[in-house]
C-alpha cells in the first residue's frame, strides 16, 4: 500500500521466476508478463486466458491458491473475464488447475481486499507472527525482525 516492493531484491522470487522460465521452456513462448494495477502476472496466456504459476514449494500451500484467484480478480477488474489458472509444482510433477472464479469467489477476495485495506489505513501495524517457515524466506523478513539497538 506504500509503494515498498522487495521482491526483486528476494533470491528465492528470482529462483521461483527461474525455475518458471526454465522447468516448460517448450511452452514459455505463448505467456506474456502483464502488469496490472495492483500485481504482476509474470506468465500469462493471453488466447486461451490461461495463469500459469510454478512454485518451487514442495507443500501445496491456500497461499498459492489465493495467489491466483486474485491474479484472475484483477483481470476480471481490467476487462478480461473468466481467466482460469494452473499453478505447477516441478519438483513433484503435479499440476494444479483453477477453473474460472465463482460469484462466491468474488465474494471472499471482496473481503481479503478490505481486510488489507483496513490494515493498511490503521495507525497501528498488526502483531508480527512468529512463523520461522514462512518468515525465514520471505522478502519482508528485514521489515519485521531487523530491530534498532540502542
Ligand atoms: S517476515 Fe513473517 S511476519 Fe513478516 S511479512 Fe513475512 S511472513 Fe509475514
Redesign the pocket.
Given at each position: 500500500m506504500n509503494g515498498i516492493n522487495m521482491e526483486h531484491s528476494s533470491d528465492l522470487v528470482y529462483e521461483g521466476k527461474h525455475i518458471g522460465e526454465h522447468s516448460y521452456d517448450q511452452r514459455s513462448k505463448k505467456y506474456r508478463e502483464i502488469e496490472l494495477e495492483g500485481g504482476k502476472i509474470d506468465f500469462f496466456d493471453p488466447k486461451g486466458k490461461v495463469i500459469h504459476e510454478t512454485k518451487k514449494s514442495n507443500a501445496f500451500e491456500k497461499a498459492h491458491i489465493a495467489q491466483v484467484k486474485y491474479y484472475q480478480y484483477l483481470l476480471d477488474k481490467n476487462g478480461v473475464q473468466n481467466a482460469t489458472g494452473i499453478i505447477e509444482y516441478p519438483k513433484q510433477k503435479k499440476v494444479l488447475k483453477l477453473p474460472a472464479l465463482t460469484e462466491n469467489d468474488f465474494e471472499e477476495i471482496q473481503v481479503w481486499t478490505e481486510r488489507v485495506e483496513h490494515i493498511g489505513q490503521s495507525q497501528e501495524m498488526p502483531p508480527?507472527?512468529n512463523?520461522p517457515s514462512?518468515?525465514r524466506n520471505?522478502s519482508?523478513?528485514d521489515?519485521?525482525?531487523v530491530e534498532e539497538t540502542e
Amino acid at each position: 500500500m506504500n509503494g515498498i516492493n522487495m521482491e526483486h531484491s528476494s533470491d528465492l522470487v528470482y529462483e521461483g521466476k527461474h525455475i518458471g522460465e526454465h522447468s516448460y521452456d517448450q511452452r514459455s513462448k505463448k505467456y506474456r508478463e502483464i502488469e496490472l494495477e495492483g500485481g504482476k502476472i509474470d506468465f500469462f496466456d493471453p488466447k486461451g486466458k490461461v495463469i500459469h504459476e510454478t512454485k518451487k514449494s514442495n507443500a501445496f500451500e491456500k497461499a498459492h491458491i489465493a495467489q491466483v484467484k486474485y491474479y484472475q480478480y484483477l483481470l476480471d477488474k481490467n476487462g478480461v473475464q473468466n481467466a482460469t489458472g494452473i499453478i505447477e509444482y516441478p519438483k513433484q510433477k503435479k499440476v494444479l488447475k483453477l477453473p474460472a472464479l465463482t460469484e462466491n469467489d468474488f465474494e471472499e477476495i471482496q473481503v481479503w481486499t478490505e481486510r488489507v485495506e483496513h490494515i493498511g489505513q490503521s495507525q497501528e501495524m498488526p502483531p508480527k507472527k512468529n512463523k520461522p517457515s514462512k518468515c525465514r524466506n520471505c522478502s519482508y523478513f528485514d521489515f519485521c525482525w531487523v530491530e534498532e539497538t540502542e
